[in-house]
């Protein structure tokens, strides 16, 4: 008995695709997010390179005072000049842009569980339930926020902590609606009665299922919370709330500058660029993560 030929195209199946290649296939061809993307990546690591630098001795220390070259312009020694007690402003942008790069990233991640992880569970339990946590967020929005900050700093002083829990506690309601929402309609379709049928509790239904397919949105929103964040915290720096002395953040750089701005032009023009540059790098990436992870756009 003859074998039966099997035909080409069915000779071998074909290979499938994960949301994520698709996402990363469909981000590359977005040129704008690509290069923020890149310009983002070179800015950390040339600020979370400063720390060795700085013990290697290859670029001088953020707060070494030199006082006989105070408020020298941008030199072939002192590339971006010097302050008015002579610090070197290159050394003390990698410095500053550590710490508002570690408030971004941290504080939103402390707001990202804390929103996810309320806002599925609302949305999952609903009834008298999400109305009594939903009311909870609408009086948190009402709260003045810079008020809340001001009795932190005054009961505990300006550490560097408190802006975590002060920026947490108000990053995180945005959050917990979006993921609210998501899982709301998540928790009608099919998927969610199959594991039902399995026997799944409610609270593996919530972390194994609904919260893992809210993720897209969570991502995109991520990415337009970091430099929300590192605004706002620079805004409390500028207003004296946020990093102390000798410690510095891009707020408190720019702070210093705007001060001496007449003067000194140069104290101002380089954190500014660099933290400037850092929020459109974020902000057009999170734009291109939505365009790549839009459901719409999955048969492009």
């Known amino acids: 008995m003859e074998a039966i030929e099997t035909a080409p195209e069915f000779a071998a199946a074909e290979k499938g695709s994960s949301l994520g290649k698709d996402a990363w296939f469909r981000l590359k061809k977005n040129r704008l997010a690509m290069i923020c993307l890149w310009v983002f990546v070179a800015i950390t690591v040339l600020c979370v390179g400063g720390l060795p630098a700085e013990k290697l001795g290859l670029i001088a220390d953020p707060n070494a005072i030199n006082l006989e070259d105070r408020s ?36 939103t991640l402390v707001s990202m569980t804390i929103g996810v992880v309320y806002g599925s569970v609302a949305g999952f339990f609903g009834g008298r339930l999400d109305s009594v946590m939903m009311r909870i967020v609408d009086i948190l929005y009402a709260l003045p926020f810079m008020i809340f900050v001001i009795i932190l700093t005054t009961f505990f002083g300006n550490k560097l902590w408190l802006l975590f829990i002060a920026i947490g506690a108000v990053e995180w309601l945005t959050m917990a609606r979006i993921v609210r929402g998501q899982v709301m309609s998540l928790k009608k379709m099919e998927f969610v009665e199959a ?38 915290e620079s805004v409390l720096s500028f207003l004296g709330l946020g990093v102390m002395p000798p410690d510095s953040s891009w707020g408190t750089l720019i702070k210093e500058g705007a001060d001496r701005m007449l003067t000194t032009p140069w104290l101002l023009i380089f954190p500014a660029l660099f933290f400037s540059a850092t929020l459109f790098c974020l902000n057009f990436l999170g734009d291109g993560l939505r365009d790549a992870l839009d459901p719409k756009t999955s048969k492009d």
């Open 72 to 107: 020298v312009g941008p030199s072939a020694e002192y590339w971006m000049g010097t302050d008015h007690i002579g610090r070197d402003i290159f050394s003390r942008i990698l410095a500053g842009g550590r710490i508002s790069l570690m408030v971004g990233f941290l504080a």
């Open 195 to 232: 594991a039902r049928s399995l026997g799944l509790g409610n609270w593996k239904l919530i972390f194994r299922h609904l919260i893992p397919n809210t993720l897209g949105p969570v991502i995109i929103y991520t990415t337009l919370t970091v430099p929300a964040v590192m605004l706002l």
